[in-house]
């Protein structure tokens, strides 16, 4: 029996001081010692041993929030964990308190292939692991064919296409030992729902960004075009999952969506759920009304359907625990979760062969505040996320 944590960390835009990453936008040495310091205490607090980052600028700047943090959990161990000569070291309540330093973990760190130069820089995403790798890390985002989608119009017409050559920000692949079970675990971060917004040729900024002279429906075009950009992303991350599932090798999925877990990227990634039963459904290629599906057949569809499916964390410790307060990003009075967790059915509960499951979900939100609290303005460093972590199980627990 294994136990482990794996989280999902959106750190905002982490990269050393006086460097311009955004027009306009760099920390002070000030700024980016508050901003590590913050970071490091988040991490701490996890003590994942599993962690994916989105918005990391900088491998090295990540590698100073580690540092940091490893000092951090070796002074709380000396004050905090009794040495072994102590009648009660071995308590388990120690186990939980004690801090395991990251000093031999792997990081595995995928850079944006869209990253410019000063102002103009592009996030990329990282892994750390301290069970390490197997295999080499894969990075997913310039696509080797353009990924073409056609459309119909209504009457059956061509519709024309919709292409993408390379993903907005890169989805990282690795592999991972816990225990006797190798997973694949996939890290990503996709397409905002910031508006894409057409810059005529020679023009000094796109129109629409004008918000003087405000034109509503170029602006609603550009949220349509961050959605196709952002589903387009969504299916090139499910075609790598479904990869991994046939291949029968255990997977999970996290990062930033970008959307709530109901939405359609979402669905993209974790695929569709089954009918309750087919049997009564007409079948596709029906000649009669009465053709339906068997019972037979019901049952190969629910496994095909079942296999490559993918489980929310939250809403599996939700089910759980009934709780409802699981939130990860808090915008124009909206709170919702748009950083998640998924595993596919290797840790289903209701899984006959399941390798292991979910033992208790954990998310840390108290610094979302959407500009509301009195606090808000000096939050400005910290990351506009929750943290949010499956403590997970493998293997039998009566091991």
């Known amino acids: 029996m294994t136990r482990f944590t794996i989280a999902s960390f959106n750190v905002k835009n982490l990269i ?115 069970f390490g790798f197997v295999g080499a890390p894969e990075v997913i985002q310039d696509l080797p064919e353009p990924l073409d989608i056609p459309f119909s119009d209504i009457d059956g017409t061509d519709g024309g296409s919709y292409r993408i050559k390379r993903l907005s920000r890169p989805i990282l692949k690795v592999r991972i030992p816990v225990g006797e079970t190798v ?47 952002r589903m387009a992303e969504a299916w090139v991350l499910r075609n790598a999952i479904i990869a991994e599932l046939e291949a029968g090798n255990p997977v999970m999925v996290l990062g930033d969506f970008n959307d709530s877990e109901t939405a359609v990227s979402s669905e993209i990634i974790s695929g569709e759920a089954p009918f309750k039963n087919y049997a009564w459904m007409r079948r596709h290629d029906a000649q009669t009304p009465r053709d339906r599906y068997s019972d037979a057949q019901n049952e190969v569809i629910q496994e095909k359907i079942s296999k490559v499916r993918l489980f929310s964390a939250e809403k599996l410790f939700v089910r759980k625990s009934l709780r409802d307060m699981v939130y990860t ?37 108290d610094h979302l505040t959407d500009g509301s609290h009195p606090e808000a303005p000096y939050n400005k460093l910290a990351s506009d996320h929750g943290q949010i972590m499956a403590h997970m199980l493998i293997g039998d627990p009566y091991e």
């Not at 729902?193 to 005529?200: I, V």
Request: negative net charge.
């Open 16 to 130: 050393e001081a006086d460097q311009e990453y955004y027009k306009f936008e760099q920390y002070t040495p000030e700024e980016y010692a508050w901003k590590r310091a913050w970071l490091a205490d988040q991490l701490l607090t996890m003590n994942a041993d599993i962690v994916g980052f989105q918005e990391i600028f900088s491998e090295a700047a990540l590698r100073d929030v580690v540092i940091e943090t490893d000092e951090l959990g070796l002074a709380a161990n000396a004050a905090h964990i009794p040495d072994r000569s102590k009648r009660y070291a071995r308590k388990a309540i120690f186990r939980k308190l004690a801090y395991e330093p990251y000093t031999e973990s792997a990081l595995a760190f995928a850079p944006n292939s869209f990253d410019g130069g000063a102002g103009a820089r592009r996030p990329g995403v990282a892994i750390l692991s301290r």
């Open 183 to 229: 997973v694949t675990v996939f890290n990503c971060h996709l397409k905002s729902k910031l508006g894409e917004l057409p810059r005529p040729a020679g023009a000094a900024f796109p129109p629409a960004a004008d918000l003087v002279n405000y034109d509503p429906a170029a602006r609603a075009m550009g949220s349509l075009r961050a959605a196709l950009r």
């Open 329 to 365: 990003s808090a915008f124009g009075g909206v709170f919702e979760s748009i950083d998640q967790i998924l595993m596919s059915r290797h840790f289903h509960p209701d899984f006959p062969q399941k390798l292991g499951e979910m033992e208790y979900f954990s998310v840390l939100n």
